[in-house]
């Protein structure tokens, strides 16, 4: 079955990393290292047993492996590096798409019938066993519990995707799947001073009270006159920020006519326009900035205030946002607590922020987390405040279904990893542009609608296979939740998954996996739908497997596996232990930390080399199975390994602020487990136990944790966030561009695309291909 076709039209959609399930027959081909970095030691013997321990796993995946003789030549008095043992990459990959929310699934008139042990729902796959005088059972797919149900066979649904109402809609607010689209728009414009800064451009431009801005800004360069050629113009931050809100309320009166738009500008105090048609901006400032108690009732009085339609009020916000004028601090933190409480009342909406510097004003200022004169105590307990901060405007954002993007300008500061966060946790967008590419930037921003709030997904895999922990490399996991908050047709989410020990499924639950030939995976989505409905939406599916290697990979869709890669990887370099959580658990902290090492990139790297050479020499290849841009990937993918690279020395800065390491997972501690033959690659009994349960998942899975915050630039955090929530769309041949995203050069976007002219190349030379084929 072809990647593009695996299901009907109408469903949520589980992508694979193959055709088939790939059951490895050892374990080996699933162990990692224990051992975080290469460390070095000076004993011989154990040098020896470190090894040779080594060797062979180090063969079998192609490293390079030092001769033990040359080592010992140099006997005690050199030191040396103890080998990694890395876990071969494989195909078990799984990627779940969300876009098919927007379309009605079968809708189940019966409740969900869950299995009492692991939770999984009886689908169209499920068996009811009925016998005369006796109760009804089912045989769970996942797992060998009999349950005892009260249905029969017709209740099951018919389908592989079937959706349970939870709750009805309440009063509609925001858009449904059918109705009329009101959602709030609302820019938050920063009017800082430094929004005057100006940029000499090609062309000329004639804006509303230009000639006053023009010497409003000369006055600010000291009495300096703007200079203006034939065809160039000095445009401020402030103007271009201006031209493309304006021209993108065109586009809001042309597309959705009954959202509603709101301006708020924020600078030393916050004005707020609503849409323009009031005869006063309500002004914040002072002590109320720094008062949550204050910007909430400010909010309250607001929402007496109904909001109208943007083809009714698009001249007067046109008005308004020609006549800001720039001055003052920056009290970023105060606007976005305001607007979202305006906002909160109707699910869908969105706060688009633009700002070109610091948040230096009221609540959560980041200006001592960026004093160099500060001690660096305090600017690590600055950045914790902020971050908090942020997170707790994220996660109200969350709740209410709301998408906050970022906008920044390049050649800024703004401090993207703490205020990013609010774009990473609502399936917003973190932006650094050009000045002349923001009203492109805006118009993204309102394409990408939030189709579904709150939303969970819980993937189930058969007892015969385990769910990789994110947050653990060695934990195995029956079923995995992720709170995932909003979705566009954008988001997704992977998951690995590896093979149990044979002969331990045989003696614990009489599973043959060698005689299975087809798996069931599972995917349940609690979710809000867009008119405040509560639903539960469940697929099913079967995939068949495969003990061969060679077949599994020759039939793998890359981009699933490339995708997996970045986000993952991308992720993990943004976790990290808060301050005030788990200080003590260090061995945590360094295994999770273990995927986002350079080793784990070269490998990764190297595997989907070795796919790309297998799909350019499979003669049965076919391009619609598995539409890949491989020139794509290969950019991606050195940017992602060039922050990872330039990461890591920078760690052992901040790491003079943790917690002494565990005396068991000190280098000795490690060795004494080599020289007795204690690995970590068998689990014990509470292991396998635990495995059963959904892991817990962190205090937040969005933006970067504390400790990492200095570790990044704004420029590194744009990209991570991008790589974190990247489209799988993007690594295939056909996926479209924008126009001018595609430099070889490093855009001011941060994008990782390839050049527009290649990828329409490309599609062409495919197009190509499958005419003479078809031939």
């Known amino acids: 079955m072809k990647w593009g076709a695996q299901v009907h039209s109408a469903i949520l959609i589980m992508y694979f990393g193959s055709k088939y399930v790939y059951k490895y027959e050892h374990s080996s081909d699933e162990s990692i290292s224990d051992d975080e970095e290469a460390d070095t030691i000076n004993n011989d013997n154990l040098f020896s047993v470190a090894e040779s321990s080594n060797r062979e796993a180090a063969s079998e995946r192609g490293l390079a492996v030092p001769s033990v003789a040359a080592g010992a030549g140099a006997a005690s008095s050199t030191v040396h590096k103890r080998k990694k043992r890395l876990r071969k990459a494989d195909t078990n990959v799984l990627n779940v798409k969300f876009d098919r929310l927007l379309q009605p699934g079968e809708m189940h008139a019966g409740d969900p019938v869950y299995c009492v042990d692991c939770g999984a729902i009886a689908s169209h796959l499920s068996k009811i066993q009925t016998e005369e005088d006796q109760e009804s059972k089912w045989q769970c797919e996942f797992c060998p519990k009999l349950n005892t149900v009260d249905i029969e066979q017709t209740d099951l649904p018919k389908n592989e995707d079937a959706t349970y109402l939870i709750s009805p809609a309440p009063v509609v607010h925001g858009s449904d799947m059918t109705g009329v689209d009101d959602s709030i728009v609302i820019f938050l414009i920063d009017i800082s001073g430094s929004m005057s800064s100006t940029t000499l451009v090609q062309g000329t431009f004639n804006l509303p009270n230009a000639l006053r801005q023009q010497e409003r800004a000369a006055a600010n360069f000291e009495g300096a006159r703007m200079i203006r050629q034939r065809n160039q113009t000095y445009v401020s931050r402030l103007q271009g920020v201006q031209m493309a809100v304006d021209a993108n309320l065109d586009k809001l009166v042309k597309e959705t006519p009954t959202r509603r738009a709101a301006l708020l500008t924020f600078n030393h105090e916050i004005t707020y326009y609503g849409d323009g048609t009031r005869d006063e901006p309500l002004v914040i400032r002072g002590d109320k900035l720094n008062s949550a108690d204050d910007l909430i009732r400010e909010a309250e009085r607001e929402l007496n205030k109904e909001l109208k339609p943007i083809s009714q009020t698009k001249t007067n916000l046109t008005e308004r946002v020609y006549d800001l004028e720039e001055g003052g601090q920056t009290a970023l933190g105060p606007a976005v607590m305001f607007a979202l409480n305006i906002v909160s009342q109707r699910q869908g909406s969105k706060i688009v922020i633009c700002t070109d510097g610091l948040a230096n004003r009221g609540l959560g200022s980041l200006e001592t987390a960026q004093d160099e004169k500060v001690d660096e105590a305090l600017k690590m307990e600055a950045l914790a405040q902020g971050n908090r901060f942020y997170a707790e405007l994220t996660e109200r954002a969350r709740e209410k279904g709301v998408s906050i993007s970022v906008i920044t300008i390049a050649g800024t500061a703004c401090l993207l990893p703490v205020i990013g966060q609010m774009a990473d946790g609502t399936s917003g967008n973190v932006t650094i542009v050009d000045l002349l590419k923001i009203r492109d930037e805006f118009a993204l921003i309102l394409e990408q609608k939030v189709i579904a709030s709150n939303v969970e997904a819980t993937v189930f895999v058969h007892r015969g296979l385990y ?78 497997t495969t003990e061969n290697r060679e077949i599994a990979e020759v039939n793998a869709y890359r981009g699933v596996i490339a995708d997996n890669h970045i986000r993952s990887t991308a992720a993990q370099m943004m976790l990290s232990f808060d301050d ?187 197009s190509k291909k499958r005419h003479q084929s078809k031939k």
């Open 580 to 766: 005030e959580e788990d200080e003590d658990d260090n061995e945590a902290a360094r295994v999770s930390s273990k995927w986002s090492k350079p080793i784990m990139q070269k490998q990764r790297m190297a595997y989907m080399e070795n796919l790309n050479v297998k799909k350019r020499t499979d003669k049965y290849n076919n391009d619609d199975d598995d539409r890949f841009n491989e020139k794509r990937w290969k950019k991606t993918s050195h940017e992602l390994n060039s922050h990872v690279i330039s990461s890591v020395p920078s760690k052992s800065s901040v790491s003079k602020s943790s917690t002494k390491p565990k005396e068991g997972t000190s280098l000795f501690g490690r060795l004494s487990r080599i020289v007795s033959g204690s690995t970590n690659e068998t689990p014990s009994e509470d292991a396998a136990s635990a495995s059963s349960t959904i892991a817990t998942p962190p205090r937040r899975s969005y933006g970067f944790a504390t400790k990492k915050l200095a570790l990044y630039s704004d420029k590194t955090s744009e990209d991570l966030y991008k790589y974190k929530n990247l489209s799988s769309s993007y690594m295939r041949s056909s996926s479209p561009t924008r126009e001018g995203e595609d430099s070889d050069e490093e855009s001011n976007t941060g994008s990782s695309t390839i050049n527009k002219k290649d990828d329409d190349k490309e599609k062409s030379e495919s």
């Open 467 to 544: 769910i990789r922990d994110p947050d653990d490399p060695d934990g195995k996991l029956d079923k995995i939740k992720r709170d995932i908050g909003n979705v566009t047709k954008q988001t997704e989410v992977s998951f690995e998954f590896g093979i149990r020990n044979k002969q331990e499924l045989k003696e614990k639950y009489n599973i043959d996996l060698d005689q299975i030939k087809q798996l069931p995976f599972q995917v349940q989505v609690v979710y809000t739908a867009a008119d405040g409905s509560k639903a539960l939406r469940v697929l099913t599916q079967l995939k068949e």
